[in-house]
């Protein structure tokens, strides 16, 4: 038997693996914070839904991501898959802030509508800001792809 090898070829393998093992995170990631938020939630708020409607933005957002990415030819590489599982790192973490900046104003204030118009005016723009900040940080710290 013969096998070829060398740098390129090795490389490639590496790589395909890290990709194929990133994707596999990310999903596992998404189950296990869908998981753990409805089970928090179940125990906090007696609504298993609540962690659904915490998490679904952001698997939405993943799945537009990748399905732009497929769109535009732009292939899945370390870097691009390392920005999928950033993506959900930051999500997570805005999806638990409006969802309980949500369930406070909802207490504060009674009304569900007003509620979902004070908690996306105030934290919904706040969150805005520090997810542009860090697209910009990213895009002005990242060297160009070549």
């Not at 609540?50 to 370390?78: E, F």
């Not at 969802?99 to 569900?112: A, H, K």
Request: glycine content about 10%; proline content about 4%.
């Amino acid at each position: 038997n013969v096998v070829v090898t060398g740098g390129p070829i090795i490389s490639a393998y590496t790589f395909g693996s890290i990709e194929e093992g990133q994707l596999t995170s990310v999903a596992i990631t998404l189950v296990g914070a869908l998981v753990i938020l409805s089970l928090l939630y179940g125990y906090l708020k007696k609504s298993l839904m609540l962690g659904v409607v915490t998490i679904s933005p952001l698997v939405l957002v993943v799945l537009w991501t990748l399905g732009a990415m497929y769109y535009l030819g732009i292939p899945l590489t370390p870097v691009t898959v390392t920005i999928s599982a950033i993506t959900v790192g930051l999500g997570i973490d805005y999806a638990i802030h409006m969802t309980q900046r949500f369930l406070e104003d909802v207490e504060r204030y009674g009304e569900v509508d007003c509620a979902l118009c004070v908690s996306t005016s105030h934290t919904g723009s706040a969150l805005f800001g520090s997810a542009a900040t860090t697209i910009n940080s990213s895009i002005t710290s990242t060297p160009p792809l070549t």
